[in-house]
């Protein structure tokens, strides 16, 4: 990597972009001047090496929508996040201000929240800028010194944002073997916990939220913990990556068939088909595209299913309970990517391979049932940010189903979301941020509830939902509200 780097701007006290860009825009100090000079000029001799470049402030977030983006696909631009600095992430030891709690934040002499809203609403520029340019942003340098109060629930909100907006982050902490330095800077060495006077690692709350992170990375693993026992990526793997957002993306009216059961009826006039990636074959997926249609493999990521022709590859250890009703299927322990992500990964190869558009995967609110597993929220919301990195990699669209409670934090991820019954047991109002961020929700009730079109097509009509009635079975039996 390469990053040309404007570091900080001094000028008679000015330290925000809209007053230096008021005053020197366009002038030799600004760093949109330089940047793309050195861009070209290392082009010139290097078409190939990632460039990482950040506005000028130390890159700080604030900075970034005064950056001007060049047109080099392999330029990305990276942000440094340690505010609230001198309130918080760099006060000194025995410093009282607490994340989450209360701290003046705006200057104003009266006390703001100061918690993960806070957080969320200061990083927005950064996903705006994504959205305005279709560029890569990433946050090269964050961190808290090790003493501050709360500062492991700093890292985990900071982390689970970083992660609902798609980017990829990297911890400030420099650790050093040479005595005469290592005194000034383990400031942010967390392995080394709370007390400043540590000198040697324990254990502790910090270092444990930042190596649950550390274990998401699928691509390179992490060595700490059971991370560290993932398998590298399989050249296929790697090649299928696509450049972001040239997967299926759906409109809010998209009209849908779903039918996992028979013969596949390919009469039905709709935009989409939603079947079976065992029971599909890859001619029965380009017929349906030949139609002018998009069509989604459906699989199971969070249960074991034992008539699947990949059955033996998962091992004892990650199955669970009886999934209650579905005969011969068992819940999965997600929290286990070191032992499922190969075999899930080779699903969604092969529904590439097939040609399909994207990825249903059912049973992802596995922490909310009964699974044999102490799953958490934690646990689900990192599988499916990890379903939906897959996906997006093979160039798959890919949906959330069900799991009502976690849409606030998997948005940002899915492309659409798919329910069940959430008319009958009404809680579709739940899956509503899809609609207002301008991708569908396929809603399906089912017959044998004894709920009518007339029961809910005037609300799904109304709420822009695109809503069928089915049969439990998911046979190709449709009444549709549109």
Known sequence: MVEPNSNGAYFGGIYEPEEFYSQYAGTLYDWNQLYPRIVAAIREVDAETPILTGGMGWSGVAWLPYLEPVDDPRTVYVV????????YTHQAPGG??????????????????FNKAWL???????????????????????????WVPGGAQYMQDAMALFESYGLNYALWEWPT????????????????????????????????????????????????GPAAETPAPSPTEVEAYQEPGTWWRPAVDTTWQWQLEGA?????????????????????????KDQGLAVICYISAGSWEDWRPDADRFPPEVLGKDYEGWPG????????????APILGARLDQCAAKGFDGVEPDNIDAYTNDTGFPLTYADQLAFNRWLAEQAHARGLSIGLKNDPQQVADLLP??????????????????VLPFIEAGKPVFAAEYTDTGIALSDFCPQANE????????????????????
């Not at 999965?332 to 070191?338: A, H, K, N, P, V």
Request: glycine content about 2%; hydrophobic content about 40%.
């Open 120 to 146: 969320d609403a200061f990083l927005a520029p950064i996903d705006e800028f994504k959205a305005t340019y279709g560029v890569p942003v990433a946050v090269d340098e964050f961190g808290v010194m090790r």
């Open 329 to 340: 299927e068992k819940w999965l322990d997600i929290r286990r990517l070191d032992l499922l």
């Open 413 to 430: 991820y899915f492309d659409w979301a798919l329910t069940e019954d959430c008319f009958d047991q009404d809680w579709c109002e739940d």
């Open 463 to 482: 709420m822009r939902v695109s809503a069928i009635l089915k049969n439990r079975e998911l046979d190709a039996h449709r009444a549709a509200c549109r």
């Open 264 to 288: 596949i009826d390919t009469s039905f006039d709709v935009d989409m088909y939603d079947v079976d990636l065992f029971d599909t074959q890859a001619e029965t997926v380009q017929a349906l």
């Open 177 to 224: 073997s040479w005595a005469p330095f290592a005194n000034d800077v383990r400031d942010f060495n967390f392995l080394l916990g709370p007390d400043p006077a540590s000198i040697t690692p324990v254990t502790n709350e910090l270092q444990d939220v930042i190596v649950s992170y550390w274990q998401l990375n699928t691509m390179r693993p992490s060595n700490y």
């Open 80 to 87: 440094h996040q340690y505010e609230p600095q001198d309130e």
């Open 96 to 113: 009282r201000n607490r994340y989450p709690g209360e701290m003046d934040l705006d200057f104003d002499n009266r006390p703001d929240a």
